[in-house]
């Protein structure tokens, strides 16, 4: 089920949390929503899920405006808020049929659904306990059983993995790839690792607007600009092979990538290669190369440059 999000805005006083805001979100796709704190992630995933009304504009889920039809997009949608809200006292199974019956789970499908989530998010062990006797992990899969018993065909999961400990991380990452498979999945989270290794594309905003979007390998890409390689190459004078490499025709700049190793770091020209040029350079003058690594950019960097100011 698709989500059209179009020119959505909302303010708090004098601030504008959310600025004009638009994009799309296919069935079937895991969208990392990003942003530094502040950014309006939260407001917009609440307005989404029909916690909250924008001031201006829509969201359509199905092509079904949250504005004229809240209900009949709530039916649609399962949401972990960041702060995952469970009845401690209750145990998993009973927690689990009490939400499925406020969801609107047909009577006689309960327990079929009830017994569905506890294998799918791995509770089986679980699911006699009461809620507050388990851990942070256990609390987040039961978090996201909640959000998924009615069999929703969008998922909304604001930081689901706060809190939790490496093992549990990858835990809760493969069970979101899983679930994604079948249904639309909005996932935000200030882990970029996460978000890299589970997410089909990103989507960064930063005071209320988007600033990228597109995958992680696409993102990288257009931030780093032209291509930047290290190389070291020996047989020559360090001088000879920064001469020899400043002439190729591909080459834009030549730096020393390090002042106590002979590696350069080189600068292609825009949509220019210079691999191929430096391997005959080498050739023709009888040099190796030690070292060619393409230098790639890292999400972090991508999301400390379109989120600065």
């Not at 791995?122 to 851990?135: C, F, P, V």
């Not at 679930?179 to 935000?188: D, M, Y």
């Amino acid at each position: 089920m698709d989500i059209r999000i179009e020119n959505l805005t909302k303010t708090y006083g004098l601030q504008k949390a959310v600025d004009s805001l638009s994009f799309e979100v296919k069935t079937g796709e895991i969208l990392g929503f990003l942003g530094p704190n502040g950014a309006g992630k939260t407001t917009t995933m609440k307005i989404i899920t029909c916690y909250l009304t924008a001031d201006s504009g829509d969201v359509k889920v199905g092509g079904v405006s949250v504005n004229e039809s809240p209900e009949e997009v709530k039916k649609h949608i399962g949401y972990l808020p960041e702060n995952n809200p469970l009845y401690y006292e209750m145990p998993v199974i009973d927690y689990l049929g009490f939400v499925a019956r406020l969801q609107g789970v047909e009577q006689n499908r309960i327990q079929e659904r009830i017994s569905e989530m506890i294998q799918t998010c791995g509770l089986t062990g679980e699911q006699h306990k009461k809620i507050r006797e388990l851990s942070k992990g256990y609390k987040q899969r039961v978090g996201l059983a909640q959000a998924l018993i009615h069999d929703p065909e969008v998922l909304i999961l604001d930081e689901p993995t706060t809190g939790l400990d490496p093992n549990q991380i990858i835990e809760i990452r493969e069970l979101i790839k899983k679930i994604g498979k079948e249904k639309t999945v909005i996932l935000s989270s200030h882990i970029l690792a996460e978000v890299e290794a589970t997410c089909d594309r990103i989507l960064i905003i930063n005071k209320g607007k988007i600033v990228a979007d597109g995958t992680s390998e696409q993102l990288r890409k257009q931030a780093q600009g032209n291509e930047l390689l290290h190389v070291a190459i020996e047989g020559g004078t360090r001088d000879q092979v920064f001469t020899a490499l400043q002439g190729l025709e591909t080459v834009a700049v030549v730096d020393f990538a390090s002042e106590k190793l002979p590696v350069f770091e080189v600068q292609s020209k825009p949509d220019a290669a210079s691999a191929k040029a430096i391997f005959d350079l080498c050739v023709q003058n009888g040099w190796y190369i030690s070292e060619l690594t393409p230098v790639e950019t890292k999400l972090e960097d991508v999301f400390r440059e379109v989120t600065a100011g």
